[in-house]
DNA sequence: CGAGTGACAGATATTGAAATCTGTCACTCG
DNA sequence: CGAGTGACAGATTTCAATATCTGTCACTCG
């Protein structure tokens, strides 16, 4: 980032760098000041758009969150292909995007994860969209016969609690298992198989 | 724990002290001191007994994890019932008695929790022998006809996987939420019937 | 002997004073 | 005006000194 530019403080331009601070400083060391310092302005100035530190973490994380959601959203609304298969695609999808990003650069992965859990709320509606994704994907499968659900969105909602080990940031030490893929394979499998018509 | 008294100071008093000073103080707080107060002998005699402090904690779970799998144990090796009912029975055998525990009694949970993660070697002990215990109960129903499946150890471990969620301590905070019960049961039959010959 | 002791060295944890950070606000200046 | 400033109070973090703990060992004493 360089120092600074007389650019119009947006808060996008704020949020940019803030992701920035946060890769190089880490969750713990990572300040208001130094995010005022990296855009070249008083730190007063960042509290003229985001009303506090942990607002402005919040908004990172949000951020983050909806790159993921966007990217799944285009699996569980391809046309085409049968729902156990789009089932399986979009578990696959999941698993290999946080499998990579936590085994590709770990500390920034760690700082997802500590923001992630300092802003629960916006994690919950995030996995609220991700689990309605599934419910289509398994109404599709109900409508066209190839699935059985008597309650779609808590089937969605099984499918998605079943297969939180390949998933759920806290066990991301597991995945760098080298049978971590075969059990994610027997786990996905068991559970199309017993959603199965 | 009173004071003292003139009784030989065997491994199994001293484990027994430990987990009080443990109850009583906390995982952070309890120390080799704290036992050997307990006890009225010096710290150097706890040590005459266990090589270290991690070792003396490492038996201190040890125990707690034997009690866990020796209850789940009887209801894997009870004769008749079909394999399905039995598999449900042990799931939630074991989905109550951590639930109960945590609810109960949530600082000596935490304190176990603590004790769990500093010994991991211990815990992927106790987790292998609760997957073969899950594994003779699949065999069980693949030989009387009821259950299908091709690997039977890598299915219990599919099985274990699965329902991580309602055994995995990490998720002991969501196991108070009002909507756990029916969450656990949806997983828990997508998995049976993932399962079903 | 051999279970138990207690003084000791090095490692770890606690504490309180100093430094830094967060969030506010009266102010500047284009 | 209104985006940006910087000095400030109170909260939080850091750091170094102090205290406590872990693990050892030469010793005691039944």
Excluded: C
Excluded at 47 to 61: D, G, I, M, Q, W
């Amino acid at each position: 980032m360089p120092p600074a530019a007389a650019e119009p403080l947006t808060p996008e331009r704020i949020l940019a760098t803030t992701e920035e601070v946060l890769r190089r400083f880490g969750p713990t060391k990572a300040t208001v000041v130094d995010v005022a310092r990296a855009l070249g302005v008083s730190h007063g100035s960042v509290y003229r758009h985001f009303p506090s530190k942990a607002a402005l973490r919040e908004a990172v994380t949000e951020r983050w969150l909806t790159k993921s959601a966007v990217l799944l959203e285009e699996i569980a609304s391809a046309p085409g292909g049968s729902a156990p298969s789009k089932l399986e695609a979009w578990l696959e999808a999941l698993f290999e995007a946080k499998r990579h990003k936590a085994g590709d650069d770990p500390e920034l992965f760690a700082t997802y994860t500590v923001l992630l859990a300092e802003n629960s709320g916006v994690v919950d509606e995030h996995l609220t969209e991700l689990v309605a994704q599934l419910a289509r994907i398994i109404a599709e499968g109900v409508a066209a016969g190839s699935l059985a659900a008597g309650d779609v969105p808590g089937a969605a909602r099984a499918v998605f609690d079943a297969t939180g080990r390949f998933h759920d940031p806290q066990y991301a030490a597991d995945w760098l298992s080298p049978t971590i893929i075969p059990e994610f394979e027997a786990v996905t499998s068991l559970v199309i198989r017993g959603l199965r018509a």
